[in-house]
């Protein structure tokens, strides 16, 4: 029976991003026009370089597709013999220059299968597809997550219908981003650090998941600092616990009994957070070796770049993006044909609920358990998400950027998982069921 959950969950994964690509024709406002542009470079086997402009591929999908903007009418024909990056945002820069590329590579090869599909319009609509992809792996990975915590079955529906259907992970998923990974990133690296810890899995796993997750994105980055914080309390957890307690037999999914096996010791989880942090850093200063050389122009001089220079940021700028992770399903971006009311009601309460169940988690979860680690792990990283940004930005480009709250998206199967507490609650849960079927419905509605 979980397996056919599974299965449903995925399913209704594939189908609504399937909805949202075919509903939702035109480019995103959100740089997807980059990203569109280093898609097709990544899948001839190109980098995009600091100071390299868009090229005819992306500026004629654009140009063809408009975009979801005000700006839309100041757009060159669709038809028009030449097309010059001057013409289109940012002065043409290709802004996408500071991300790797892993996602692209792994997107554009999968579009290229895709494109021969029906249905498949083009290369952007078989990347967009691909998100289906992306989002499915995520519901796989949470839900073994939930299943090595022994969340049950209809405490884990509510939470991963929550997780697929809200908008922000849709327009994420159904258009070319990076961030369709956050989700899957964070999910797979919270689930290698429990399998370590577990003993049902070698060092190297988690050690890999992380380097591989900010080898995508640095944002993904929220996702690692979720799972080694995750350590980090069961270290002072385990310094509290008895021997006998730290070895008991815990609660399996559904009631089954699962044993975790012999507790780690401080020194093996300082072990491991050596090694992953030294993993993360070999892939972020070999990438950042890589896109220096490569530079055509320095990132300062990029218009983009200018736009947002400062001298200095004070108290108030940093204090300002302290909530903007928490959570990050608040202020996501609705295109048009999302902008219901009905959706804009949905959403706050999706962000209202999940916030309010994070700290239920906190507060109710039992004191030494795995849950309230995680629920500690992910609302710290999350509130650490927007001003670690301001400062990143600040002392390595001189600037000041108002990060979204979908930067902090990969902590998300965290405070799910966190939100499984309060759901332990026969009240609670029906009431979060009832809700997300409500969700679902108006989604699926709106999408179809």
């Keep these: 029976m979980p397996v056919v ?3 449903a969950l995925v399913l209704l994964a594939c189908v609504l991003v399937a909805g949202y690509v075919d509903t939702y024709r035109t480019v995103g406002p959100i740089d997807e026009l980059q990203h569109i542009d280093y898609l ?66 792994i997107t554009g090869t999968l579009a290229r299968g895709l494109e021969i599909l029906p249905g498949m319009s083009n290369f952007v609509t078989a990347g967009r597809a691909v998100g289906m992809a992306w989002l499915g792996l995520a519901v796989v990975l949470l839900w073994f997550v939930f299943a090595d915590l022994g ?17 922000v992970t849709l327009h994420a998923s159904s258009t070319i981003t990076p961030d369709a990974t956050a989700l899957a990133a964070g999910s797979a690296t919270l689930l290698a650090v429990l ?15 992380c380097a591989l997750a900010i080898a995508i994105k640095a944002t993904n980055g929220v996702a690692i600092v979720v799972a080694l914080g995750y350590l980090g309390v069961r270290a002072v957890q385990g310094r509290r616990a008895t021997p006998e307690a730290a070895s008991e037999p815990q609660a399996g999914a559904d009631g089954a009994s699962v044993v975790v096996g012999r507790p780690r010791t ?9 090694a992953a942090l030294a993993g993360v850093a070999l892939v972020a200063v070999a990438w950042l070796a890589v896109s220096s050389s490569i530079q055509d122009v320095d990132p300062r001089d990029i218009p983009m770049t200018q736009r947002f220079q400062v001298d200095s940021i004070g ?36 962000n209202v609920l999940v916030g309010a169940g994070v700290i239920a988690g906190i507060a109710y979860a039992a004191a030494g358990s795995r849950l309230r680690a995680i629920a500690l792990a992910a609302v710290s990283a999350s509130l650490l998400t927007g001003p670690a940004l301001v400062l990143w930005s600040f002392f390595t480009s001189g600037i000041y950027v108002k990060n979204p709250p979908r930067y902090a998206l990969a902590a998300l199967p965290a405070l799910l998982v966190a939100c499984a507490v309060p759901l332990e609650q026969r009240i609670l849960r029906w009431t979060a069921t009832v809700f997300a079927a409500w969700l679902t419905l108006a989604t699926l509605l709106v999408v179809w």
């Design 315 to 350: 108290y108030d700028e940093i204090r300002a993006k302290v909530n903007i992770g928490f959570t990050p399903l608040k202020d996501g971006y609705l295109p048009p044909f999302m902008n219901t009311d009905r959706l804009q009601t949905l959403t706050t309460w999706s």
């Design 5 to 7: 959950v599974l299965g």
């Design 195 to 209: 399998r370590w810890e577990a003993r049902r899995a070698s060092w190297i796993w988690p050690v890999v998941v």
């Design 151 to 167: 969340v049950r079955t209809s405490i884990r529906v509510p939470l991963l219908l929550l997780m697929i259907c809200t908008p």
């Design 40 to 105: 097709y470079r990544a899948a001839d086997g190109e980098i995009v370089a600091s100071g390299d402009k868009v090229r005819e591929p992306a500026m004629r999908e654009e140009a063809c597709r408009g975009i979801d903007a005000e700006k839309n009418d100041d757009l060159p024909p669709c038809d028009a013999a030449e097309l010059r990056p001057e013409q289109f945002q940012e002065r043409g820069f290709n802004t996408a220059y500071i991300h790797p590329p892993t996602y692209y590579a």
């Design 266 to 274: 401080g020194l093996d989880i300082a072990r491991l957070l050596a």
